[in-house]
C-alpha cells in the first residue's frame, strides 16, 4: 500500500484507469500506518467530492477497503444519514432474494446514471477501522452502496451491473427528469 495522501477528486481515477478492473489485495495490518493513513485519505476524498461512498481502487491503491458515508445530498437527496464508516476485507455472506433497479451514479464515472438491479438486503461480514470484526445485515439504499463499493474492490463499475444500455443516462438528463 503505498504512502499517498489524496485530498480531492481530481486525484479519482478515472473509468479507464487499470486500477478500476483488478481485484484489489486483502489488508493484513489494518493498524498499520499504511492502512491508518489511506483510510484518511480516502475520508477526505469522498467528502470533497460529495460522495456517499468510495473504494480504494478509486484513489489508485489496490486495498479491499471502502469507505460508507451516506447523507442527504444534491447526487443522492434522499439518501439516509450515517457516520463515515470504514470497510475493510468486506464480503456478502447472504443475498436476499428481492432485487430492485435504481439510480446509482459513480465518482470513477462522472455524468453518468445508471439504473442497476441490486440486492435489497445483504448480510455482510468485514473489519473496521481498529480492526473489530462486523457482522450486520443491511437493507435498502446503504445495501446499494455496500454492493457498488464492493463492486469496485472486485474490479467491476456499476456500469458492469447494467441489464442493458438503454438503462444508461447522462447526470444532466437524470437532473432534468427526476430531480425537478
Known sequence: MANTTTKDKS?????????????????????????????????????????????????????????????????????????PTAIINPEIIEYSDEKVKDWEGCLSVPSMRGLVPRHTRIKVRYFDQQGIEHNRELNGFIARIFQ?????????????????????????????QYCR
Open 11 to 83: 486525484n479519482i481515477a478515472q473509468l479507464g484507469a487499470q486500477v478500476l478492473r483488478q481485484r484489489a489485495l486483502e489488508v493484513d495490518d489494518i493498524l498499520g500506518d499504511d492502512c491508518q493513513n489511506l483510510i484518511k485519505a480516502m475520508m477526505s476524498t469522498v467528502q470533497a467530492a460529495g460522495g456517499v461512498g468510495i473504494a480504494a481502487p478509486q484513489v489508485h491503491h489496490s486495498a479491499r477497503i471502502f469507505i460508507m458515508c451516506s447523507k442527504p445530498n444534491a447526487r443522492y437527496p434522499g439518501a439516509p444519514l450515517m457516520e
Open 148 to 176: 457498488h463499493e464492493l463492486d469496485h474492490l472486485n474490479g467491476l463499475t456499476f456500469i458492469d451491473q447494467l441489464e442493458t444500455t438503454q438503462d444508461l443516462i447522462s447526470e444532466s438528463e437524470w437532473y432534468k
